[in-house]
Nanobody, 118 residues
Framework: QVQLVESGGGSVQAGGSLNLTCAAS????????MAWYRQAPGKQRDLVSS???????SYVDDVKGRFTISQDKRQNAVSLQMNLLKSEEAAVYYC????????????WGQGTRVTVSS
């Protein structure tokens, strides 16, 4: 079973930065997409950013220019550098993986909490 483990969450003030990392292991089939989602209390889990194995990144409009997703194929890791964080971006951030044949993200980490104080 694919295992995804997030790290790097914590508490920052608004305007601050955090770098989240997702380490993937036990990968038996190729994952074509890796992504970061976030879920604030009482809200649905929303996609923040994704990246393909070819390195094509995408972002939701709210984070463009502030967040950067990157991957380290040798380490099987994906990172999300978050700058200029806003208080409303406090949430649990989840790493997700999707196989090349799937239309949905079928593998999830446990999440890492990000707290942003205003």
């Amino acid at each position: 079973q694919v295992q995804l483990v997030e790290s790097g969450g914590g508490s920052v003030q608004a305007g601050g930065s955090l770098n989240l990392t997702c380490a993937a292991s036990r990968i038996r089939i190729p994952m074509c997409y890796m992504a970061w989602y976030r879920q604030a209390p009482g809200k649905q889990r929303d996609l923040v950013s994704s990246i393909t194995t070819g390195g094509t990144a995408s972002y939701v409009d709210d984070v463009k220019g502030r967040f950067t997703i990157s991957q380290d194929k040798r380490q099987n890791a994906v990172s999300l550098q978050m700058n200029l964080l806003k208080s409303e971006e406090a949430a649990v951030y989840y790493c997700a993986a999707r196989t090349c044949l799937s239309q949905t993200y079928g593998y999830w980490g446990q999440g890492t909490r990000v707290t942003v104080s205003s």
